[in-house]
Each structure stands twice: as C-alpha cells, then as structure tokens.
C-alpha cells in the first residue's frame, strides 16, 4: 500500500500548487451562475410565463444546479482528505447525491422522477419549478454560508461591508418591484428605488399605497427586504456560516460585532443563532395574537387573507419597518379602536428597538441560570442603560402627547383609548412609523417632540435607526460631568471610556451634519411645502421611522432621491457613513503643542 500512499502524495503536491487559482476562477463563475439562477426566478414571478416557457426555466435552473454539482466533486477531489471532507459535510453531500440522481435519471430517460412523482399527486409546472427553486435556494444559501468564512480575502472594512450588504439588497429590491406583476400599474424606476430603500432600511416611508398599488405578491417581496433589512443580510449570511466547522474567523467576528454593537466576541456564533431564533419568536408570538385580536370590522376576504395581514403587521413592528395593508395605516377606522391589537403592535415595535444583544441579556437561558446562581450578578450595563432610557422616553412620550393632543386629535377617544394611543405614539416615533391618530393634524409642539425622539432613535444592534438611545445618554451625562468639573463620565458606577464618549459626539456631529444639508436641499428642489414639514421629512427618513405628514408622494424626483440617500445614511449610521467617507489616517508617534481656545 506504500505506493498508493506515495501517488496520493504526489497528487496533493500537484493539487496544492493549481487548486488556489482554480478555485478563485470556480467561484467568480459561481457567482454568475448563481446570479444568472437569480435572475430565471425573478423572470419566473415577476412575468407569470407560460407552462412551456416554464419547462425551459426549469431546466436551466436545474443546470444551474449541475453546476453547482460539479464544484462540490471539485472540492472533494482536491481537497488532501476526501474521506474526512465527506464526513464533515454529510447533509451537503446527502443534497448533491439527490442533485446527481435526478441529472441521471433526466439525461437517461428524458424525465425526472420527482416531476412525475408531483403530477401524480396533482402539481402542475410551476410546482415543480418551485420544487427546483427550493434546491436552489438552499445550494445558494450554503454558498453565501461557506462565503463569509473567507469575508478577510476581500479585504473591505467593516463599515464597507455593512453599506454593501444594504446596498446589493435594495438594488435587488427596486428591479424586483419594478416586475409587472408586483404592481396594479407600472411603477416608475425612481418609485421602485425609494420603496425599495425604505422598506430595506425598515423606514416606511411610502410613494405609493403598499394596500392598493401592490400585488399580493409586490406586498410579499417588500416583507421580505424590510425581513432581511432589519435583520441585515450579513447577519444571516454569517448565521448560516456558523455552521460550518472552519467558521468563525477572526475578521467575521469583529465583522459581526460592529454589526450588532457589542464587544462580545467568543460566544459570537451562539449570539447569532439567536438573532434569528428571538426575531421568529416574537414575529410568529405576536402574528398568532393579531390574528386573533384584529375585531370584526376589518373586510377580510378570508382566513388565508387574514393570517398574511397578521404576519406582515407583526413582521412590520418588530423590525421597526412601519409598512401596513391599511390605506390610512393603524388610524383606519375599522382598526383605529383595536387597542389590545395596538399594545401588540406596541410591545413588538419596543421589542425590536432594544436590540438583540440587550434581548439576549434578558431572556437567554445562560443569563437567566446565572442570575439565578449568583445574585450579586445583574444585567449588563448596557442592558440597563437601554431599558432605563427606553422607560423613561416612553412614559415622558406618552405623558406629553397625552396633555399636548388632549383636545385635539384624542378629543374623541376616551380615556382608555387616549392612554393607549398615548403609550403608541410615544413608541412609534422610535423609528417604527405606524400611527393610530392623524400624524398631519397634530399641532407644532407635539411634532417638535416627535422629531427629538425620531433624531433619538432606538437602541443599538436593533432593528431601529436614530443616534441611538445610549448615544443620547451618554452626551448628556458627558455633558453634565463637564459641567461639573468631574474628569470621568459615569454610569451605574462604571466610568465610560473618553473613547467612547468622543464616538458619541462624532455620532450626534455628523446626524446633524447631514440633517442640515439634507432639510436644504430639500427646501431647495421643493420650494411648495413648509419648513416644518420638510424638516419632519427629512428627521423620520434619517431616523428610519416612516411617519410622514403626507408629503411623501407628493415630493418632486430630486427630493425623493434626497430621502433615499438620507433613510441609508440612517440605517447604516452616520458615523459609518463617515468612517466610508473619510481617509484612515496612520497613527504618528509626535502632538503638537498645546493651544488655548475660548469656548463657550
């Protein structure tokens, strides 16, 4: 057997030296092919194709997968230890062997099994081409898996990465909404790119009726960009790359940690399982309890009509995206009054605005076991900034609506219902964008308290935008200890690092910096509307909240394309914004002499 171990050596010296290139080459094509599967499924939904054209899909999406097929023997035939290979990559073995069984069986016998198989059972084409869009789906997921393990060979920054992730997805987003059969009339290009961004930015702000200009199937692919936006693509590309065994690179966990806020590093595959597992849970809690709760006054066509109105809703307040099936949103009158729906609403729009880090403080089984073993132990201090923060801009919120709307626009509510409507509004503003009251006849000292919480936001490594309620926190106290004359900035009696506070003022410098020239070129390219209203425009796009005071359709090509650049500023944030804008500049070993300046 000594000469067959000296051949496979052989080999592997052979292999070693092309199988880089090779691959490099294998997976630029992959990334063709897999774009070229994109775009056959795109056709597929967007045109309605006949049973003849969708045969013709079907089989080059089932090449599609050939391809993807044959790299994976690539990769067990170069890779220096098959056996092992195989074994470590069971499931994905198991897929590409049903892959291989169905090309044999199609070229032996011009047919597929599985294709006579669903007809048995009733199916028609566009079943099978689903059944094959299914395979596609999960070879592509586990590619992007597999991709971000190897995210330090692109060499792209963090903040890079982040804004090209939003990028690619609200570029899929505007082509996918501009297809004919996800609208009732054709959509222009700039209205399919503002919807598209303002749905992948979890805004809401609208150009058209997401009820009534929207197919069912336009109404689907917006749920799902305002899905992915507010879980962000990354994350679920690298949640996906968690499992694999060569996952978890250094340059994928700093990656990740600028991605959710938070400087814990070794638990980082964990912290992104769930992610995804809180953000199921309470979407699927909170459809299951509006499903119930909606009343009986709303016309559904039916229980299927029901459940996806109650999915997308939940959906919509979790990730803080403000989209709604309703003409006049929450406000309609068949809603309008649906209060334990409302405090659904509510509970999921707070929820999604703490964070996922703060979410898994709260309720992981690891924390809750350590808590409960040793008592000293409490949450983070992070957690308790974000929870004491939130609190009290809830209760204060809710308490000036409440005196500030009282005979206005809750005059015909009673006591229970202003409560409620007080408490929601006090929430929405946190970058949610539902409304259960007339947002355009509230008077001017209530909307200067919605653009300070819109400018504030939710909190970090959430579904939110803003500054931040943490950022806010920290400048005041910041502020408060200058005043002071105290050298440290302390917070439930830790000191906060002077780095962390100078990122605070970078964040609050540069919201407000694009905010100003932002509001001026919006007053500039639409002279017609107010002050007021542009300034609230402009404040909930940059905040990602969606609340409007109806001018959003009405804003010329210019000023819609204004607020699409402001909403992705405000999802990705300024400061990263900046970081992309600006040259990292090298660390020098001299100062300058210090200089005397009068301040204040």
């Known amino acids: 057997m000594g000469w067959l171990r000296n051949t496979r050596e052989r080999i ?161 987003g505007t082509v ?42 336009g109404q689907l692919i917006i749920m799902l960009l305002f899905q992915l936006g507010g879980l962000n693509m990354l994350t679920i590309a690298t949640f996906i790359g968690s499992f694999y065994r060569r996952s978890g690179s250094l340059h994928s966990i700093s990656l990740m940690r600028d991605f959710l806020d938070t400087d814990q590093t070794g638990n980082m595959k964990t912290i992104l399982r769930k992610v995804i597992y809180y953000s199921l849970v309470f979407e699927l809690t909170g459809a299951v309890l509006l499903f119930f709760l909606w009343g009986g006054e709303y016309p559904f066509t039916g229980t299927s009509d029901r459940i996806f109105f109650s999915v997308f809703h939940s959906v919509s307040a979790f990730n803080n995206a403000g989209f709604s099936l309703v003409t006049d949103g929450l406000f309609d009158a068949s809603i309008r009054h649906q209060y334990l729906a409302q405090m659904v609403v509510m509970i999921l729009i707070v929820a999604g605005g703490l964070g996922f880090i703060v979410l898994q403080d709260i309720f992981s089984v690891e924390s809750r076991r350590r808590k409960k073993q040793s008592h000293w132990q409490r949450l983070m201090v992070n957690t308790r900034l974000v929870l004491t923060i939130t609190g009290i801009m809830l209760l204060s919120g809710a308490v000036l609506f409440f005196v500030l709307e009282y005979d206005n626009v809750l005059k015909d509510y009673s006591l229970g219902g202003k409560l409620v409507a007080s408490f929601f509004q006090s929430a929405t503003t946190r970058t949610a964008g539902f409304n259960t009251v007339d947002t355009a006849a509230l008077t001017l000292p209530t ?18 935008g803003g500054i931040k309620t943490t950022t806010f926190a920290v400048a005041l106290k910041a502020a408060w200890a200058n005043l002071r004359g105290k050298e440290h900035v302390e917070i439930f009696k830790r000191n906060i690092r002077w780095a962390s506070v100078n990122k605070t003022y970078a964040i609050i410098s540069l919201a407000l910096t694009f905010l100003f020239v932002f509001t001026i070129l919006l007053l500039i390219t639409n002279p017609g509307f107010t002050f007021h209203e542009i300034l609230f425009e402009q404040i909930s796009a940059m905040g990602t909240v969606g609340l409007s005071l109806g001018i959003t359709g009405e804003l010329s090509a210019a000023g819609k394309l204004i607020l699409v650049v402001s909403m992705f500023i405000g999802r990705i944030g300024s400061l990263t914004m900046g970081i992309i804008l600006s040259r990292r500049v090298a660390s020098k070993n001299y100062r300058y002499p210090n200089a005397r300046l009068m301040i204040g």
Not at 74 to 98: A, G, Q, S
Not at 157 to 172: D, H, K, R, T
Request: glycine content about 6%.
């Open 176 to 217: 996918l909404l501009k297809m004919p059969e996800m609208t009732v009339e054709p959509l222009s290009w700039t209205d399919a790119l503002f919807t598209s961004t303002s749905a992948c930015c979890v805004t809401g702000l609208i150009v058209q009726d997401t009820a009534t200009f929207f197919t069912f199937k």
């Open 447 to 464: 909307l200067l308290v919605f653009m300070l919480f819109m400018f504030i936001g939710a909190s970090p490594g959430s579904t939110g």
């Open 12 to 172: 592997n010296v052979v292999l070693f030296n092309i199988r880089g290139i090779f691959f490099k080459v294998v997976n630029v094509l992959s990334v063709f092919v897999g774009l070229s599967g994109l775009g056959i499924i795109v056709y597929f939904f967007g045109f309605s194709p006949d049973a003849v054209t969708t045969l013709s899909l079907t089989f080059f999406l089932q090449r599609i997968l050939d391809f993807f097929l044959l790299k994976f023997f690539f990769r067990v035939f170069f890779d220096f230890n098959p056996r092992r290979f195989i074994k470590e990559n069971v499931w994905e073995t198991l897929l590409m062997l049903f892959i291989l069984s169905e090309t044999i069986l199609y070229f032996v016998f011009s047919e597929t099994y599985w294709l006579t198989f669903l007809e048995i059972l009733g199916f028609t084409e566009n079943g099978y081409f689903l059944f094959v869009q299914l395979f596609f789906w999960i070879v592509v997921l586990r590619e992007a898996g597999r991709a971000t393990i190897n995210m330090g060979d692109y060499h792209i920054s963090p903040a890079g990465m982040l804004a090209l992730s939003f990028l690619i997805l609200i570029v899929i």
